[in-house]
């Protein structure tokens, strides 16, 4: 474990945007090395204001709540440090969804794109019998290779907010909902392909991305969402995947 220590008057200035126009929203607090930015804006809500809000859970990067911007970057909060020469930074919640307080945001909009796309397997009913030998794909097969650098979103929305075409809240599934639907028309298990096809094709959809490559550039866990609706706007009308 690396050694958290601080440097004598070590103080690192934050700005954050608050909901209120009176609350404060600039704060120093002291610095400490490594400094996550989930620190810094506990060290606010310790010291200066218990009434800041902004959102987080495992501390781990694994459950995509404590997802902000950060000098204009969507980052997770718990995950992202502070660069050792930063004097200050600017916290701001994520963009393209509504603000509930300070940096909390209603991720509604976001879990309703990720609904329409229906994102969870739909197995074939007639060959999933008590009996039946349960489906597996292999571990050394290309559709293996196609699915499982996609596998492990979660949820953070910090894609979404990088999207100039989702943040602007134009009418897009947008990039992570788009990614889980790739992952599912690729896995042969699947019935819904079809249908998952029609509504990625639909005026909401794929043809919606610019490819700017700020969801992939974003993406804390290391995933592509533009290369998933490269696919996705191949295979609608290839249906060899
Ligand atoms: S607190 Fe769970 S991902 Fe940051």
């Given at each position: 474990?690396?050694?958290?220590h601080?440097?004598a ?7 954050v ?7 404060a929203?600039?704060f120093t ?8 930015v989930l620190?810094a804006?506990?060290?606010?809500q310790?010291t200066h204001d218990p009434?800041?809000g902004?959102r987080y859970?495992?501390?781990?990067g694994m459950c995509?709540t404590c ?8 980052v997770?909060?718990?995950q ?7 004097e200050?930074?600017?916290?701001d ?8 307080r300070?940096?909390v945001?209603?991720t509604?909009?976001f ?5 329409s796309?229906?994102?969870y ?8 019998g008590?009996d039946?030998t349960?489906?597996v794909i292999?571990?050394d ?7 499982d650098p ?11 907010s ?10 897009f599934?947008?990039p ?6 790739m992952v599912?028309v ?6 819904a392909a079809a249908h998952?096809?029609d509504?990625?094709?639909t ?8 490819y700017?490559?700020?969801?992939s550039?974003?993406c804390?866990?290391g995933?592509d969402p533009?290369?998933a ?11 060899s995947?």
């Amino acid at each position: 474990m690396r050694n958290r220590h601080r440097k004598a008057g070590d103080e690192l200035r934050v700005s954050v945007t608050r909901s209120d126009a009176a609350a404060a929203d600039e704060f120093t607090v002291p610095r400490i090395r490594p400094m996550m930015v989930l620190d810094a804006l506990l060290a606010i809500q310790r010291t200066h204001d218990p009434a800041i809000g902004f959102r987080y859970s495992c501390r781990v990067g694994m459950c995509g709540t404590c997802t902000v911007r950060v000098d204009g970057r969507s980052v997770l909060a718990c995950q992202t440090e502070i660069p050792e020469r930063a004097e200050h930074i600017r916290i701001d919640p994520l963009a393209g969804l509504p603000v509930v307080r300070d940096l909390v945001v209603d991720t509604a909009p976001f879990w309703q794109a990720w609904k329409s796309i229906t994102p969870y397997l739909v197995p074939d009913e007639d060959a999933a019998g008590m009996d039946a030998t349960p489906a597996v794909i292999k571990p050394d097969s290309a559709e293996r290779e196609r699915i499982d650098p996609s596998l492990d979103c979660i949820g953070c929305a910090a894609c979404f907010s990088s999207c100039g075409i989702a943040s602007a809240r134009r009418d897009f599934i947008g990039p992570a909902a788009l990614n889980r639907a790739m992952v599912l028309v690729a896995d042969s298990r699947d019935t819904a392909a079809a249908h998952r096809l029609d509504v990625v094709a639909t005026d909401s959809g794929v043809d919606r991305c610019h490819y700017i490559y700020g969801c992939s550039a974003a993406c804390p866990k290391g995933l592509d969402p533009a290369q998933a609706i490269r696919r996705l706007r191949k295979w609608r009308f290839d249906e060899s995947r």
